[in-house]
């Protein structure tokens, strides 16, 4: 009897955790909207009109009295979220693993980045500041809520589960994208049918996001549970934490030793998305539609590739497969070097290299990192990662623009970028994974 009692008992726990898992994959679902729609194709032109229609006759609008261009306003207000980002998520994941209430957190997170996007709606005419601080909350909640949410890994999946969970994460989150732009991209190139001004359409794409993110947000918030925080300590300002963080990650130099391996080729990720369409446009001579479109076929196809790489990982460990992504990354760079300029077929076909290999490399470089958590410091540790994918990734920028100035060429500018993804298989393939497991208190998954 007291056999089957335990065996009811694994078996509901199972249970639960494939419910947990369900409502996980339902929060990549809810923000990735704000991601693909939001920041990647309306508002930053959007909001670089309103700036324009507020400035001077010299360009220049004057937030707190400070001259800036308007051209600029929407880099700047990008800058100052990221700044924002730095200094909550390490207090907010100190806070979620010393008292365990890590569902509030990401819950309070969440709304406050969809009623900052749902607010969008209103920005209209020359209200560009009111469009910068929404801008700033919306992307610093979602900064804030991903950390949340991808310290939940390690407690929803066992070790075996991770990789395929992580990228079934990606996959919906991509999946959400892709349907949402289409219906975004429907609404305003038939915007005039609609009975709608193209600014109009633009905002309701906008609010749209805030609405969508809002929404699925309940289903993760339905089925994730708390977990017991550990023993109350004191918590520090942001900064403060952050190098508190720091301090423990030295007691795991293999678990230092991947974040610097995933800074370094995440930079070169995160600098080929947003470069990728200047890229097209200036070198390439492409339109509008192709590059919206490209944008599409980069999230139809990360699904796939996310789903293909997590069962590589399977079969091969994700520290191979993850290796086996920076290759195939610095093979697509290599060959759009050499793309034709004026032939949007040849863009597609580059869009479609991008979009096989960069879900799978990151939904395998979360996971993987998961393993190498000390538990009960997962929010802690995640903080330091996410901040690693989102507000360390200024190098890539930097030697693209760089290498521009120097040589006038965009395409030594994205040729460039190759250094980022040697340099990083050169660090990972030097980590010792099974033996950073272990040493993070962690155990050893068959195939890692």
Request: some cysteine; aromatic content about 10%.
């Amino acid at each position: 009897m007291g056999t089957e009692t335990v065996r009811a008992g694994a078996s509901d726990e199972v249970t639960e955790l494939r419910r947990e898992q369900r409502g996980w994959y339902f929060y990549d679902w809810a923000c990735s909207v704000y991601s693909t729609s939001v920041l990647t194709v309306f508002l930053g032109p959007y909001l670089t009109s309103v700036a324009d229609h507020a400035a001077d006759a010299d360009g220049y609008v004057h937030p707190l009295g400070i001259p800036v261009r308007s051209g600029s306003f929407f880099a700047y207000s990008v800058s100052l979220s990221v700044i924002l980002a730095v200094v909550l998520m390490p207090l907010v994941g100190s806070v979620a693993d010393r008292t365990g209430r890590k569902k509030q957190l990401l819950g309070a997170a969440a709304y406050t980045g969809a009623v900052a996007t749902t607010g969008m709606f209103f920005l209209d005419g020359d209200r560009y500041l009111l469009g910068g601080l929404l801008l700033i909350v919306a992307n610093a909640a979602q900064s804030v809520a991903l950390m949340l949410y991808n310290s939940y890994l390690p407690q929803i999946a066992p070790p075996e589960e991770r990789d395929t969970v992580s990228s079934r994460g990606w996959a919906f989150g991509y999946a959400a994208g892709s349907v949402v732009l289409i219906a975004n991209l429907v609404l305003y190139s038939a915007h005039d049918s609609f009975g709608l001004s193209e600014t109009e359409a633009v905002r309701i794409c906008l609010a749209a996001a805030g609405v969508w993110w809002g929404v699925f947000t309940l289903v993760p918030l339905r089925r994730l549970r708390d977990r017991g925080g550990r023993a109350a300590e004191a918590t520090a300002p942001g900064l403060r934490q952050l190098a508190a963080t720091v301090r423990d990650m030295r007691r795991h130099p293999l678990t230092l030793s991947f974040l610097l391996a995933y800074l370094v080729y995440n930079d070169g990720i995160q600098t080929v998305i947003s470069q990728a369409s200047v890229y097209g446009s200036e070198e390439l001579g492409l339109g509008q539609s192709t590059l919206i479109g490209a944008v599409l076929l980069v999230q139809v196809l990360a699904v796939a590739g996310a789903l293909t790489m997590g069962r590589l990982a399977r079969r091969y460990g994700a520290k191979r497969t993850i290796l086996g992504s920076l290759v195939a990354w610095t093979v697509t760079l290599a060959a759009g070097y050499f793309l034709p300029a004026g032939a949007p077929v040849w863009f597609f076909v580059l869009a479609a290299g991008i979009g096989l290999v960069l879900g799978g490399s990151q939904a395998l470089s979360r996971s993987l990192f998961s393993h190498l958590v000390p538990p009960g410091k997962e929010a802690e540790y995640f903080a330091a990662y996410e901040m690693s994918d989102r507000g360390m990734s200024w190098l890539g920028p930097l030697l693209f623009g760089i290498t521009f100035q120097l040589t006038g060429s965009y395409r030594s500018a994205i040729i460039s970028l190759v250094v980022f993804f040697v340099i990083g298989f050169a660090l990972l393939a030097r980590v010792p994974v099974r033996q950073a497991i272990g040493e993070a208190g962690n155990p050893v998954p068959q195939k890692v």
